[in-house]
Structures are given as structure tokens and as C-alpha cells.
């Protein structure tokens, strides 16, 4: 009967096929779906801004080369500089001064000072000689980065011929990841234009506000910011000394048309000239006046990273969340989580190609999670599936077993009840033939009949005993010395009459070989199951050959015959129990299906093998291979 649409076959290994509902599996899948989506969904409300960054930042450490803009340079006063004024933690007026000096013959484009000037700091006449130093370069700014004028300009210039813009350099101290890495650049902040868009502006000549990509725009409070492009690590930007640019240690036209941001590196002011990247987040390993290139060259190239759409992020995470689900329902677990791993990895790597490539952060954190966590969330729905197919399994397996039993002992009882029946049919037959009134009768033929009938029927029923043996495992080898060749002359000399009735003739080829030790009763059996498939499945009047030899440790019989052969994809299975080939000449001759399965079992209860070589319309060549 033909499988239903609601059951599937499936078999165990020596049972016959059984149903398992495909509703369950069905059932099964659909709710372990639908749980990983409600876990996308309520995993969606938390932010991760934390683990987020973390990715981020790795990402961008897996950057292959630093791609630093090569028209911004920078100058820093630091400690080395400070000793020459006496361990000075203020850069002086008078440094300031000499490093103007130096840059006035360069004519570079701009100069932003980044830092504190005001009256706190220095006196007057060191106002008057900075504001004068300034006036060397046309276009200088100054950045103040002091987190007490945050979010408003300065309200008391001191410098009246040179503009004051923000220059901070943003830490995500309380928002996104609230770790205290810089990630974004400041675009304006309370309206006005911070120092890095205004050196943007000048950079690209505009009358205007340099405009950034809207895509890549972000309101925090009154600032308008985009995420930094950091170009490398610590150092993408080499750093010259004001002792070496006060010294004229630089290559002639260094600084010329380039951009020059000026500022100080202390270890006195490490809380304000250092900050945290996504390339190191350890003490005084980059400098602000470094980051603050990095944020200039971000808005310069108007290549500011951007996060992705909402709508691909749970695009992303449902996706991943089916994903996952089939993965743990349909791989073994190993496979499983090996299919999880790679999916992972895969995920990774195209998010740090969408970061590379388009600029997009992507959200990692949540798909992360997602693949991690939905995998042993959807582990117990496998368990119940698979405790459900056990069960099955093993109530089928019970059934199976008892019918297993049943069958053996009912062939067991049969052969032996049939086993002295047929013999004494065959005896009182054979008893009958001897008798001369008889021999020379009409009736000899119907008597031979007779006893060929019940000589056919207890080697069926001995085959049925063998087979009741082996799954009893109750079959002992019995070896005996022997030359095989007569054990081979003796097969051929009882097969003789049914090779006659096809006018097939039996040759031999037998090399002269030593006696070894082998189960006579059991080879006699192959032998006799070979020569007599032979007769059977040749043509009339055709040849069959017995062949011996020895190779080495190995004692080789064959039986060659001229009959159809068997197809390929028959050769394997024909030594299987009960398997009959589909050839309708095969199907004419009656048999058990049994014959050649007894001839592995016994070739390989003697530790040797059976090979097959045929070749249809040429014959087929069985070769019994024992060792000696």
C-alpha cells in the first residue's frame, strides 16, 4: 500500500519500513519558527549599544591598511617639548610663537589650535603675542575643547581677530556603547559650525557649510554629528613636535596647502589630550589632536559610516533566526553547531565588508545573540521531536523483535517437524526404485520424480535451518583437513543429472593444490549453491567451469558460467536475503532468495570472501576466496 500524504517511510537498519507522521514534524517546526521569531522580537528592544560597539570596533581593527588623508598634518607640544620650559603643563605663548614663525614660510591652508586660551592661562601680554602669532597665518582657528563650554560657544573671547569654533572630539560616555570610545565627529553644535566643519568648508572652498550626506546625519541633543571613518591606528597621522617645526626639522613645503591641527599631548593632562578608540582603548595610546584628524578627514571625504535601516536589521534577524531553526532541526548535532559557527562567521564577514565597502555599520549584536542563543532555544523542540521518533522507534523495534522471534521459532519448528517426513518419503521411495518389478515398470520415472522432488525439498528445508542458525548465531565451524578439489569433484558428480536435463557440461580446471582445513558440510553447501544457480540460469547446451587455484595465502574456486549475466545495479544486492533479480529469466526459476546469502554468510564465517564478476550477455564468474 502506497504512503499516504501524511506519513513519510522511514526504516531502521534490519526492520521493515514503518510511518512516522509528518503532522508532528510539521507541528514541530512551525512553533519552533514562531518562537524564534517572538525572540527576535523581544530581543529587538534592548539596544546592545554596548556589544554593538564592541563589534564595530573589531571590525574596523580588521582593517587591512591605514588610508589616512594625506593634506592634514599635525603639530604637539608634548612632554619632551615641556621639559625645555621647565616641566610647563600650558603650552607657552613663547612656543607658540616660534612654531608660527616656522609655519609662515610654509603658507599652509589652515591652522586650528586646538586647546584653552583665555586669561586664567596666560597674562595679558601673552594674549597679545598669541593673537599676533595667529595673524602669521590667515586662516587660523581655534578649537576649544573644555568640556565646561560644552553645548555653547565661548562667552568672552579673548582673541578679537580670530574666530573660536568647537573642537571637541565626542566619548560616548553615557550614550551608544557608554564605554568612553570616540566614534563620532560633531558637525554643529547648538547651530553654529564646529571647527572640523568649518576646516571642511575652507578645505573645499565652499561659501557654505561643506554639505555632509543626510543619510549619514544624527541628532544628539543640540549637535548635529556623523560617526568617524577612523582611517588606522594610532599613528596613521605622524605627529611632528613643535621642538622639531620651532627647529625647521621638517622637509621643505611639509606643510604647504595642508591643513595643520596644533595642540598638546601631556601625561599631566592624560584625562583631556588622550582618548579611546576603536583601535586602542588603553591609556594615552591616541592622542585627541590624532582623533581629531580622524574626524576632520571623515567630513573632508564626506565618507562618514553610517548604521543600518531598521527595516534590514530585523530583515537580518528573522532571517537568522529561521535559519537557524532549520539548522537544528534537520543537522545532527555536530553538523549543527558547526552550520551555526559558520553562519556566524559568514555573518561577520559580510558585515565587516558592508563597514569596508558602503560604510554601513551594521548590527551585529543582535544576530549574534540571535544564532547563539536561539540554538539551544530550539534544542528542547528537537528533544521532543526526537523523543517522540525514539519512542516510535522503539515500540516498532519491540514489535518487530517479538515478530523476529516468532518467525524463528516457527521455521525452526517446521523445518525440523518437515526434516523426517521427506526423509522417509525419500527412503521409502528409493527403497521402491530398488525393487526390480519397478526398475523395469512404467512407473521408474514417477518414482524418480518422487525422490528428486523430496531430495529438492530437504535442501530447502536444510537452507531454511541454516538461516534459523545464523540469526541464532548457533553455527559452528566443523574444520576439517582436506583437499578441496574432491570436495569440488564431489559437487560436480551430484549435479551431473541436473546438468544433463539442459545438456550442459561441467569442465574443470583444477590445479593440484595441498589439503587444508575448512568446514566440509558448509563448503559443500557454497559449492553445491554455485554449480547448481549455474545450471540453473545457463542456456542449454552451453559450459560451466570450475576453476581452483592458490595465490599466496588464499585458496581461489570459481564458477564460471556462459549464462545473461547480472546488471550492475544488481550486484551488490543479490547476496542480500531473500533478493531475487529482476531479470524475467531469473524469475522463471523458482528458488528462496536465500542461496546466495548462505554462500557469504559461510565463505566469511571462514574469514574469506565472495567476489562477482559479470558482465551482461557474457556470463558471470563467482569466486570463493579461503584462507589456507
Given at each position: 500500500m502506497p504512503p499516504d500524504e501524511n506519513h513519510s517511510t522511514e526504516s531502521i537498519p534490519g526492520f521493515l519500513?514503518?510511518?512516522?507522521?509528518?503532522?508532528?514534524?510539521?507541528?514541530?517546526?512551525?512553533?519552533?519558527?514562531?518562537?524564534?521569531?517572538?525572540?527576535?522580537?523581544?530581543?529587538?528592544?534592548?539596544?546592545?549599544?554596548?556589544?554593538?560597539?564592541?563589534?564595530?570596533?573589531?571590525?574596523?581593527?580588521?582593517?587591512?591598511?591605514?588610508?589616512?588623508?594625506?593634506?592634514?598634518?599635525?603639530?604637539?607640544?608634548?612632554?619632551?617639548?615641556?621639559?625645555?620650559?621647565?616641566?610647563?603643563t600650558t603650552f607657552p605663548a613663547e612656543e607658540i610663537a616660534n612654531v608660527f614663525e616656522s609655519l609662515e614660510t610654509e603658507k599652509p591652508l589652515a591652522v586650528a589650535f586646538l586647546g584653552a586660551i583665555d586669561e586664567d592661562l596666560y597674562s595679558a601680554?601673552?594674549?597679545?603675542?598669541?593673537?599676533?602669532?595667529?595673524?602669521?597665518?590667515?586662516k587660523t582657528l581655534v578649537g576649544y575643547t573644555d568640556d565646561d563650554?560644552?553645548?555653547?560657544?565661548?562667552?568672552?573671547?579673548?582673541?578679537?581677530?580670530?574666530?573660536?569654533?568647537?573642537?571637541?572630539?565626542?566619548?560616548?560616555?553615557?550614550?551608544?556603547?557608554?564605554?568612553?570610545?570616540?566614534?563620532?565627529?560633531?558637525?554643529?553644535?547648538?547651530?553654529?559650525?564646529?571647527?572640523?566643519?568649518?576646516?571642511?568648508?575652507?578645505?573645499?572652498?565652499?561659501?557654505?557649510?561643506?554639505?555632509?550626506?543626510?543619510?549619514?546625519?544624527?541628532?544628539?541633543?543640540?549637535?548635529?554629528?556623523?560617526?568617524?571613518?577612523?582611517?588606522?591606528?594610532?599613528?596613521?597621522?605622524?605627529?611632528?613636535?613643535?621642538?622639531?617645526?620651532?627647529?625647521?626639522?621638517?622637509?621643505?613645503?611639509?606643510?604647504?596647502?595642508?591643513i595643520?591641527?596644533?595642540?598638546?599631548?601631556?601625561?599631566?593632562?592624560?584625562?583631556?589630550?588622550?582618548?579611546?578608540?576603536?583601535?586602542?582603548?588603553?591609556?594615552?595610546?591616541?592622542?585627541?589632536?590624532?582623533?581629531?584628524?580622524?574626524?576632520?578627514?571623515?567630513?573632508?571625504?564626506?565618507?562618514?559610516?553610517?548604521?543600518?535601516?531598521a527595516w534590514l536589521n530585523w530583515l537580518v534577524n528573522i532571517s537568522v533566526a529561521l535559519l537557524t531553526v532549520n539548522i537544528v532541526l534537520f543537522f545532527s548535532p555536530v553538523v549543527g553547531i558547526l552550520s551555526v559557527i559558520a553562519e556566524v562567521v559568514v555573518l561577520f564577514s559580510l558585515s565587516w565588508l558592508a563597514l569596508v565597502l558602503f560604510q554601513c555599520w551594521t548590527d551585529f549584536a543582535h544576530p549574534f545573540l540571535i544564532a547563539c542563543f536561539g540554538y539551544y532555544l530550539v534544542i528542547p523542540y528537537r528533544l521532543v521531536n526526537e523523543y517522540r521518533q525514539r519512542w516510535h522507534y522503539q515500540q516498532k523495534s519491540e514489535l518487530m523483535a517479538q515478530l523476529e522471534?516468532?518467525?524463528?521459532?516457527?521455521?525452526?519448528?517446521?523445518?525440523?517437524?518437515?526434516?523426517t517426513p521427506i526423509a522417509r518419503i525419500q527412503g521409502n521411495a528409493e527403497l521402491l526404485l530398488s525393487n526390480p518389478s519397478v526398475q523395469e515398470g512404467k512407473d521408474a520415472k514417477l518414482v524418480q520424480a518422487i525422490i528428486n522432488t523430496a531430495e529438492n525439498l530437504g535442501q530447502h528445508v536444510e537452507t531454511i535451518l541454516d538461516l534459523a542458525r545464523i540469526e541464532s548465531a548457533e553455527i559452528p565451524l566443523h574444520r576439517t583437513s582436506k583437499d578441496i578439489n574432491a570436495t569440488i569433484?564431489?559437487?560436480?558428480?551430484?549435479?551431473?543429472?541436473?546438468?544433463?536435463?539442459?545438456?550442459?557440461?561441467?569442465?574443470?580446471?583444477?590445479?593440484?593444490?595441498?589439503?587444508?582445513k575448512f568446514d566440509i558440510r558448509l563448503m559443500r553447501r557454497v559449492l553445491a549453491n554455485l554449480v547448481e544457480n549455474a545450471i540453473k540460469y545457463s542456456p542449454e547446451g552451453s559450459i560451466?567451469?570450475?576453476?581452483?587455484?592458490?595465490?599466496?595465502?588464499?585458496?581461489?574456486?570459481?564458477?564460471?558460467?556462459?549464462?545473461?549475466?547480472?546488471?550492475?545495479?544488481?550486484?551488490?544486492?543479490?547476496?542480500?536475503?531473500?533478493?531475487?533479480?529482476?531479470?524475467?529469466?531469473?524469475?522463471?526459476?523458482k528458488g528462496t532468495g536465500l542461496g546466495l546469502y548462505l554462500v557469504k554468510y559461510f565463505v566469511e564465517l571462514h574469514n574469506g570472501f565472495v567476489e562477482l564478476q559479470s558482465e551482461q550477455g557474457k556470463g558471470s564468474t563467482f569466486t570463493v576466496a579461503l584462507p589456507t
Open positions: 519500513p514503518f510511518r512516522v507522521p509528518r503532522r508532528g514534524r510539521l507541528f514541530t517546526h512551525l512553533s519552533a519558527s514562531l518562537l524564534a521569531v517572538l525572540f527576535v522580537v523581544g530581543l529587538q528592544q534592548f539596544p546592545l549599544d554596548h556589544l554593538n560597539g564592541f563589534f564595530g570596533d573589531l571590525q574596523f581593527r580588521l582593517r587591512l591598511f591605514p588610508r589616512p588623508v594625506s593634506d592634514i598634518v599635525l603639530i604637539a607640544y608634548d612632554d619632551r617639548s615641556a621639559e625645555r620650559y621647565y616641566g610647563s601680554p601673552e594674549i597679545q603675542m598669541i593673537e599676533e602669532s595667529f595673524q602669521r597665518v590667515p563650554s560644552l553645548n555653547q560657544l565661548p562667552l568672552k573671547p579673548v582673541l578679537t581677530t580670530v574666530a573660536f569654533y568647537p573642537g571637541f572630539v565626542s566619548r560616548d560616555t553615557f550614550s551608544y556603547g557608554a564605554d568612553s570610545v570616540s566614534r563620532r565627529a560633531m558637525i554643529t553644535l547648538g547651530g553654529q559650525p564646529t571647527l572640523y566643519a568649518e576646516l571642511a568648508r575652507l578645505y573645499h572652498n565652499t561659501e557654505t557649510l561643506f554639505p555632509i550626506n543626510h543619510a549619514h546625519r544624527s541628532a544628539e541633543g543640540s549637535a548635529l554629528q556623523v560617526y568617524i571613518n577612523w582611517q588606522g591606528p594610532p599613528g596613521t597621522y605622524p605627529t611632528y613636535t613643535t621642538e622639531q617645526v620651532t627647529r625647521k626639522q621638517f622637509k621643505a613645503g611639509t606643510f604647504k596647502n595642508k595643520v591641527l596644533l595642540g598638546s599631548k601631556l601625561s599631566a593632562h592624560a584625562k583631556s589630550d588622550y582618548i579611546s578608540t576603536p583601535y586602542a582603548r588603553g591609556a594615552k595610546t591616541t592622542s585627541l589632536l590624532e582623533g581629531a584628524a580622524h574626524s576632520l578627514g571623515t567630513l573632508i571625504r564626506n565618507d562618514a559610516v553610517f548604521r543600518s535601516p522471534q516468532l518467525k524463528s521459532n516457527f521455521l525452526s519448528l517446521v523445518s525440523h517437524d518437515l526434516k569433484l564431489e559437487v560436480i558428480e551430484s549435479r551431473k543429472a541436473l546438468a544433463l536435463e539442459k545438456q550442459i557440461e561441467i569442465r574443470t580446471s583444477l590445479e593440484p593444490l595441498f589439503a587444508f560451466i567451469e570450475l576453476r581452483s587455484s592458490e595465490e599466496q595465502d588464499w585458496i581461489r574456486v570459481s564458477v564460471v558460467d556462459q549464462g545473461n549475466g547480472i546488471a550492475p545495479e544488481e550486484q551488490e544486492r543479490i547476496f542480500t536475503k531473500f533478493y531475487r533479480g529482476s531479470d524475467p529469466a531469473t524469475q522463471k526459476e
